[in-house]
């Protein structure tokens, strides 16, 4: 049965060029290039990549799309709430059944190419993003979603797999046009990449490799940004970046000490609370880094203080099971690693792996040794990685840092290698955060994405806690199953967990009041920090 009609929609977006823009200094007026409803920022993530089922505003952070929720603002202290966006209201288990989710969309809503928004683009959003035939990357993110169907006018239902109680914090799925997912076929190649449609505040108006211009939509349903365009412009090393704010640009994100070098002269810090956890990975394929009793030392013997005290310039938390006081009562502080250099040497020696004569320990005729990978282009990545090599060789471990790009993080690279691993890509429910990383059934070759349980780590007493967890309808039994995770976790670890990092930007302050910034995810750079409420921004 059909609800409503439109007419067909036509997938391009012309790209129009935006003339140049003579960038000012520091020391010049409170404006962006002489524009004061222009602003200019540089990132360091590839530019394009627009489909939502390639991952694109995944938390609900698109300037260009909306999704049914978004992550409230100014609440960084626990998990924050979903705030409706295209949705009209909180989702409703049907019959009390967790199982059946119903979801009332918003009237009155359109597309950037002027056509009516409704339950079906939600509908074929979601059905699209778990059907193989698109091939979605982000698709282990949605195992717990069966289908999605049009239930009436703006009402939408969601049949799971099974009973599912995180299914409010979920729904943060960019939503695409449903003409445009008509025909299915691999997400990756598909023309919302570069020529994107959708609901958002703002439209795509420029696209080249190093750069992005988005231009405020004259349609759009709410109130009007007051930041008329805005411009992003890419480059990797953070260095560059920092020298581009004396060029002119209004903004970045930088590493905690860079970023208090520069923000002087007309520029400040802008620091956002973030469930963005970074660790090594210890893939079960390398003999030393699989070994268990070097997985237990190493968790006991690296100085997780001392990182956020001296890398992080006090800009996080220590971090040893992925479960952090922001979970509440799912979190058990007990089951953190202490640091204890005596007790990782305990370990290994009772495990048989005896000091050599250079200091390194040997294990029926192996060394403790391993390769870790870095990207060298990410400051602390690489101090990080640095610490951690320096705390192994302390108990007898040789980790030998390795910097490599990006195209090296093969599939079949990382099942042997170690890997310093960023994540936190959907930290908004425990499950999200532990079970694609931890549970067995992503250490099967070609199961969800490469970085889904990069150590292949296998625990029976961990899939049960985590398989339990999920479907549990009774929130205090779910805590206490999580609570046993963390438990099953600490006894045996499957990697080498260090950090949670805050996000540290570095904004010109040029009149305008960005408001609250949200707790991050892994995902940074200019679509969250002081930018992720771009649209609602006011001036001073």
Sequence with gaps: ??????????????????????LVGCGAPATSGGAPDRFVVIDAEELGRFNPLTGHGGNGESKIYESLYRVAEGQDDRIPDAVPVLAEGAPEPVDGDLTHWRVRTRKGVTFSDGTSFGPEDVAATYNAVVDPKFASPIAANFDFLRTAKVAGPDTVDFLLNGAYGDVP???????????????????????????????????????????????????????????????????????????????????????????RAVSKDGYRTVVSKANDWLGITLPSGDPVAGDAAVRLALNLGVDRGAMVRDILQGEGTPVSTLVTPLFGDAYDPAQD??????????????????????????????????????????????????????????????????AVEKSTMTPHYLSTTAFLLGGGGQPYTVDTQLYPKFHSRYAAAGVGSKWDNASDYVNPAVDKALEEARVERDPAKRAKLYRDFQAAYHAAPGMLALVSENHVYVIRDNGWHPGATALEPHAHGVAWGPWYSLARWTRK
């Design 1 to 22: 049965m059909l609800f409503h009609r439109r007419p067909s929609r036509l997938l391009t977006v012309s790209l129009t060029t935006l003339s140049a823009a003579v």
């Design 169 to 259: 914090h979920r729904l943060f799925l960019a939503i695409a046009p449903s003409e445009a997912l008509a025909t299915p076929g691999p997400a990756d190649k598909s023309t919302l990449g570069d020529h994107p449609v959708g609901t958002g505040p703002y439209a795509l108006t420029e696209l080249r490799p190093d750069q992005v211009v988005l231009t405020a939509r004259d349609g759009y349903w709410g109130a009007k940004p007051q930041v008329k365009t805005f411009v992003v412009r890419r480059t990797d090393d953070e260095k560059a970046r920092a020298a581009q704010l004396a060029g002119g640009a209004d903004g970045t994100r930088l590493s905690p000490a860079l970023a």
């Design 337 to 402: 690693f202490t640091f204890d250099a005596d007790r990782a040497r305990k370990v290994l020696d009772d495990a048989g792996w005896r000091t050599g004569a250079d200091g390194v320990r040997v294990k029926d005729g192996r060394r403790a040794r391993f390769d870790v990978a870095y990207y060298p282009t990410e400051t602390l990545r690489r101090d990080l990685t640095m610490a951690s090599v320096s705390d192994a060789k302390k108990i007898g471990i040789e980790m030998k840092p390795v």
